[in-house]
Each structure stands twice: as C-alpha cells, then as structure tokens.
C-alpha cells in the first residue's frame, strides 16, 4: 500500500519527507511512520506541499501504480517527491501479474462501481463468489489494485471526475480527470486498478 499525501503548507506535514521536523512529527505523519515500520515493505508513504513547489500530479500517479506500456517496465519506481519507504527497498510492483477480466464480478468491476454509492450494502455474499477470469476465460482468483482518491470535492474532480448524483444517492460516477487521460495512455490503469473516490 502507498499513500501520497498533498499539503498545502509544510506545517499540515510536519516530519514528512525531506523535512526532519527538528525531531518532532504531526499526529498523522507519526502514523504513517507506526504503519511503515509494523508493515515493512507493504507499505510506504510521500507528502508534496504545494507551497515548495511539489504536487500530485499525472507523473506521481505513474510511480505510485507502477504501470507502464513496456513489459519490462514497473519494477522500480523513481521518486521525485518526498518518499519514505520501509528499511526494505525490495517492493515489488503492486500491479497485477496479468490482466483480470472482471466485468461480470461483483466484486472487481468497474462498471458495477461507477454505480455504486458508499452506503450500499456489500454487493457480494458468501453464496455469491467471485467471476474474474484470464485472458482466456479461466477462473482465477481476481482481485484488483485500488487507487483511492479522497480529499475535497475539486481535489477528486480534478483527479478522477466528480461524484454523480442518481437515484436520491450520490454514486461514484464514471472515471474522468487526470485518471481517465492516463488510462488511455497506460491501458493497463484502466485493467489492473479500480478507482475508489472517498
């Protein structure tokens, strides 16, 4: 798991990055620290702050999935913010080995999800198993990566398209933003990543 946290002043993430803090740290940042150290190389977490000039943006969002158009590519990230990963620098790519064919899955779909709103009930049981398949329409264990967007109503817009109001609820509403012009580039975004908007 990774986190990118935007800041708007350096003093929202004290202790973060590039900045020791003169030994102190925010209540946040000293909980990302406790997560790093309990979970080792599964987790690892940045900060940018807009008033020194780092921002998320398309690049970072490339680095935090790691996916590429090239085969080769995704195995070693190259950070150009503030990053602090585990003592252990062996993470691997959170990407999918392969590509999971999930429309029909309760579980994985992202069609399911842009109709879906935060208060609804989980949608699968334990009658109900998962429907992900390979390529050549073996079952498998699916299962997607989640690139969860959470902040202010513009923040999200601006990253992965609004929320959509339908049906006296508010649902997730298709993928648009930053996000959507990056699926097309990086069709592998669109395959391996289900975009949950908080």
């Not at 003093?11 to 030994?23: H, K, L, S």
């Not at 940042?29 to 940045?46: I, K, P, Q, T």
Request: proline share 5%; aromatic share 8%; charged share 25%.
């Amino acid at each position: 798991m990774e986190v990118v946290w935007a800041n708007r002043r350096r003093e929202d993430c004290v202790g973060c990055g590039g900045d020791d803090g003169g030994g102190k740290q925010g209540v946040i940042v000293a909980l990302l620290e406790d997560f790093r150290r309990r979970y080792g190389d599964r987790f690892r977490y940045s900060c940018t702050v807009d008033e020194e000039g780092s921002f998320i943006d398309a690049g970072t969002i490339i680095r935090s999935t790691e996916v590429s158009t090239s085969a080769g590519a995704g195995s070693s990230p190259s950070w150009r913010f503030w990053s602090r990963t585990s003592p252990d620098n062996s993470v691997g790519s959170p990407a999918a080995a392969m590509s999971v064919h999930s429309d029909a899955c309760t579980y994985h779909s992202p069609k399911k999800l842009v109709t879906s709103d935060d208060r609804d009930p989980p949608a699968g049981s334990n009658t109900e198993q998962c429907q992900c398949e390979d390529g050549e329409g073996n079952r498998i264990a699916g299962g997607k990566n989640l690139l969860m967007v959470s902040g202010p109503e513009g923040f999200i817009a601006h990253y992965a398209g609004a929320k959509v109001w339908g049906a006296g609820k508010e649902l997730q509403g298709p993928v648009k933003g930053v996000i959507s012009q990056l699926k097309r580039t990086y069709p592998t975004l669109g395959e391996d990543w289900l975009v949950l908007k908080m």
